[in-house]
Nanobody, 125 residues
Framework: EVQLVESGGGLVQAGGSLRLSCAYS????????IGWFRQAPGKEREGVSL????????YYADSVKGRFTISSDNAKKTVYLQMNSLKPEDTAVYYC??????????????????WGQGTQVTVSS
């Protein structure tokens, strides 16, 4: 059974930092990408960042480039999202997601096989 379990959300002031973690398990294949989507109240889901398991390439939404960093620890089966210089507009529920294959960009939300339960990130001004 595939599981994606997020942690690390919380409340932070603008300009602050948070690190999200996604512990994954149950994958039976080697080519996939894991990363993060987010959904703010009243808005559509937005792809934030993903990393390919096979080649380690990373992809970011323009809105977070230079502020967020995705990384993975394959031994711990955990993907991290380091979020720096947070802004109020980063407030959202952040979901860990998995998509099969090797990606060359952030796929649309309909492409993902698995979603975590989500973790709330709130950035106060």
């Amino acid at each position: 059974e595939v599981q994606l379990v997020e942690s690390g959300g919380g409340l932070v002031q603008a300009g602050g930092s948070l690190r999200l973690s996604c512990a994954y398990s149950g994958f039976t294949f080697d080519d996939y990408a894991i990363g993060w989507f987010r959904q703010a109240p009243g808005k559509e889901r937005e792809g934030v960042s993903l990393i390919n398991f096979s080649d380690g390439r990373t992809y970011y939404a323009d809105s977070v480039k230079g502020r967020f960093t995705i990384s993975s620890d394959n031994a711990k089966k955990t993907v991290y999202l380091q979020m720096n210089s947070l802004k109020p507009e980063d407030t959202a529920v952040y979901y860990c997601v998995q998509v099969p294959g090797v990606i060359a960009g952030i796929p649309g939300q309909d492409e993902y096989d698995y979603w975590g339960q989500g973790t709330q990130v709130t950035v106060s001004s």
